[in-house]
């Protein structure tokens, strides 16, 4: 089936160190690839997408290329802030559905 | 745009008693989410609607489960005879879907409580 697997958490970084998130997936045809955000007390947000391979998705500083030969989509950022402190969730979407499939969430602490 | 509302914000109810979420997507949207997360999971899928019509079912969604969207505007999310195995946040998304990467807006979500 189709599914999505992120590194667990928390991450937790000092200011302005680099991170990695990791993701990986499993799909059947051609997904979509999605990076959400969920900052403490909020809804979701969309970070960041990529519909094909080679995609890269960026967006307030993060990025993200889609990896097809390792079915991957990591989320990178070069130099983290305090304010980046949240929830990440990868996410894929399917040619032949319209329902987002989540990992389980990566927590990211980023002290000063 | 207004964003997704969802109302309420929090439900604690007791086991066995029935409860109704409603949802107001974003103006124009025809596409309408329903999700749900438990603690330390990421959001999973229940159902969702294009404009009033119902298109797709989880099997999460047992027969309790009912979801409404009665004039492609808002919908309704009830469940029946609750169970503590249902207490979670239910979220809402809309989109106007053009492609198959359309973005999903998210609501703030309604934090269940069944005691």
């Known amino acids: 089936g189709n599914s999505v697997t992120q590194m667990e958490g928390p991450v937790t970084l000092s200011e302005e160190a680099f991170l990695t998130i990791n993701c990986t997936y499993t799909a059947t045809g051609y997904p979509s690839l999605f990076w959400y955000v969920q900052y403490p007390g909020e809804g979701l947000q969309l970070l960041l997408k990529?519909?094909?391979?080679?995609d890269k998705g960026s967006n307030k500083g993060f990025e993200a290329t889609y990896r097809k030969e390792t079915t991957s989509f990591h989320l990178e950022k070069g130099s983290v802030q305090v304010s980046d402190s949240a929830v990440y969730f990868c996410a894929l979407k399917v040619d032949n559905t319209d329902k987002l499939i989540f990992g389980t969430g990566t927590r990211l602490q980023v002290f000063p | 745009d207004t964003g997704v509302s969802q109302d309420p914000r929090h439900k604690i109810t007791k086991r066995g008693q029935n409860v109704t979420f409603r949802c107001d997507p974003i103006?124009?949207?025809?596409?309408l989410y329903w999700y749900r997360q438990t603690l330390g999971q990421g959001p999973e899928f229940l159902t969702y609607f294009q404009n009033e019509a119902q298109l797709e079912k989880s099997r999460l969604l047992s027969d309790r489960f009912s979801a409404e969207r009665p004039k492609g505007s808002f919908s309704t999310l009830e469940i029946q005879r609750t169970e503590q195995g249902d207490s979670a946040m239910y979220l809402c998304a809309s989109t106007r879907f053009l492609d198959r990467a359309d973005t999903q807006y998210f609501g703030p979500g309604t934090r269940l409580t069944v005691l």
């Open positions: 103006s124009e949207h025809n596409r």
């Open positions: 990529a519909t094909k391979a080679d």
